[in-house]
Antibody
Framework: EVQLVESGGGLVQPGGSLRLSCAASGFTFSSYWMSWVRQAPGKGLEWVANIKQDGSEKYYVDSVKGRFTISRDNAKNSLYLQMNSLRAEDTAVYYC???????????????????WGQGTLVTVSS | QSVLTQPPSVSAAPGQKVTISCSGSSSNIGNNYVSWYQQLPGTAPKLLIYDNNKRPSGIPDRFSGSKSGTSATLGITGLQTGDEADYYCGAWDSSLSVGRVFGGGTKLTVL
């Protein structure tokens, strides 16, 4: 059974930092793209960042570029999100998700989010 | 403002059928696959439909998906009270650096 378990959320002051972790099990972690998706209180879903199987490609939503860093440790079956210079608008539940990519003769492109963790709440407030 | 447009809410009686629309453009729904996610109250989203109309293992055939042009539709038949949830559509938008976009979500109420 695929399991994704996030941790590391909490209350942090504006301008502060936080590191989220996601422990994966039940599948070959190193074979999948992984993403972070967030949901502000009472709002919809927003994709934040993702990382290729070997960590060689990383992509971010514009609003977190330069502040957040996604990384992974395939030996530990773990995904991370380092969040710096946090703002009030970063307050959200952060979900770790396994992502499916399509591959064809012209390359590869994003598909859908197959499995989601239970989420970890990040609150940015003074 | 979400890239994909969904109605904020829909409602229907138990046993009835409901449809949820998702409208986009040629850069997302028009030329790429659509997925749907169900988020029960207080829980994480769960994949409901992928590749426009395919159901993951364990998803009952009461749930269906379709796509036409730049719009997609989620259908739910034989509504149950346990279907009350928020439903989100998603797709890849090839015109954006972000790429991955969602609808704003639709709250389904089973009366």
């Amino acid at each position: 059974e695929v399991q994704l378990v996030e941790s590391g959320g909490g209350l942090v002051q504006p301008g502060g930092s936080l590191r989220l972790s996601c422990a994966a099990s039940g599948f070959t972690f190193s074979s999948y793209w992984m993403s972070w998706v967030r949901q502000a209180p009472g709002k919809g879903l927003e994709w934040v960042a993702n990382i290729k199987q070997d960590g060689s490609e990383k992509y971010y939503v514009d609003s977190v570029k330069g502040r957040f860093t996604i990384s992974r440790d395939n030996a530990k079956n773990s995904l991370y999100l380092q969040m710096n210079s946090l703002r009030a608008e970063d307050t959200a539940v952060y979900y770790c998700a396994r992502e499916w990519y399509y591959y064809d003769s012209s390359g590869y492109y994003p598909g859908y989010f197959q499995h989601w963790g239970q989420g970890t709440l990040v609150t940015v407030s003074s | 403002q979400s890239v994909l447009t969904q109605p904020p809410s829909v409602s229907a009686a138990p046993g009835q059928k409901v449809t949820i629309s998702c409208s986009g453009s040629s850069s997302n729904i028009g030329n790429n696959y659509v997925s749907w996610y169900q988020q029960l109250p207080g829980t994480a989203p769960k994949l409901l439909i992928y590749d426009n109309n395919k159901r993951p293992s364990g998803i009952p055939d009461r749930f269906s998906g379709s796509k036409s042009g730049t719009s997609a539709t989620l259908g739910i038949t034989g509504l149950q009270t346990g279907d009350e949830a928020d439903y989100y559509c998603g797709a890849w938008d090839s015109s954006l650096s972000v790429g991955r976009v969602f609808g704003g979500g639709t709250k389904l109420t089973v009366l």
